[in-house]
Antibody, heavy 122, light 108 residues
């Protein structure tokens, strides 16, 4: 079945970096964009970035474009998100999510990873 | 871009409830809307994509519509299991995504 499986919980100190992975299975990996969405405790969903898995092109939210890097490894069917210069406000659950339609971006996301908790604390 | 949703909504079982989402020309006006349900402690679930399309498995009690710079999610035949947070989402003209602030739906 179509599935996104994310890496486990991370605890980081302020100023550090974190790399979260998202491994896909059950569909043609190159044909679907992957998005990252985060949710701080008790807060709303916040869109961060997306990657065209086929060609590696990325689009970042203005809020995160200086600190976030998305990459992919097509042989491993895995997408990565790197967040640098972590602050306490980055404490959140980070989700990867697949675009609902292949070879298209902007319709919605249908498959979500289980979420990766990132805790930033001194 | 900002998407505005009411913070809360409520209804009784069997009732019809609508949740609104207001944006701008460059967001909702030019792009597709999607809607998500997030049960307490759970991962978000896609309810509506491309303004009014339901993924397979989503009951037809849920429907979406869009007009100009606003959109709505309607839930017919409200059930207790519909109690959740609901989010609208869209894009701006540079294909940056944005979520609404979320609406907490209470089934009385």
């Amino acid at each position: 079945q179509v599935q996104l499986v994310q890496s486990g919980t991370e605890v980081k100190k302020p100023g550090a970096s974190v790399k979260v992975s998202c491994r896909a299975s059950g569909y043609t990996f190159n044909n679907y964009a992957i998005h990252w969405v985060r949710q701080a405790p008790g807060q709303r969903l916040e869109w961060m970035a997306w990657i065209n898995v086929g060609n590696g092109n990325t689009k970042y939210s203005q809020k995160f474009q200086d600190r976030v890097t998305m990459t992919r490894d097509t042989s491993a069917r895995t997408v990565y998100m790197d967040v640098s210069s972590l602050m306490s406000e980055d404490t959140a659950v980070y989700y990867c999510a697949r675009e609902a339609e292949q070879l298209f971006v902007g319709g919605g996301v249908d498959v979500w990873g289980q979420g990766t908790t990132v805790i930033v604390s001194s | 871009s900002v998407l505005t949703q009411p913070p809360s909504a409520s209804g009784t079982p069997g009732q019809r409830v609508t949740i609104s989402c207001s944006g701008s020309t460059s967001s909702i006006g030019h792009n597709y809307i999607s809607w998500y349900q997030q049960l307490p402690g759970a991962t978000p679930k896609l309810l509506i994509y491309r303004n009014n399309q339901r993924p397979s498995g989503v009951p037809d009690r849920f429907s979406g519509s869009k007009s100009g710079t606003s959109a709505s999610l309607a839930i017919n035949g409200l059930r207790s299991e519909d109690e959740a947070d609901y989010y609208c989402a869209t894009w701006d003209d540079s294909l940056s995504g944005v979520f609404g602030g979320g609406t907490r739906l209470t089934v009385l």
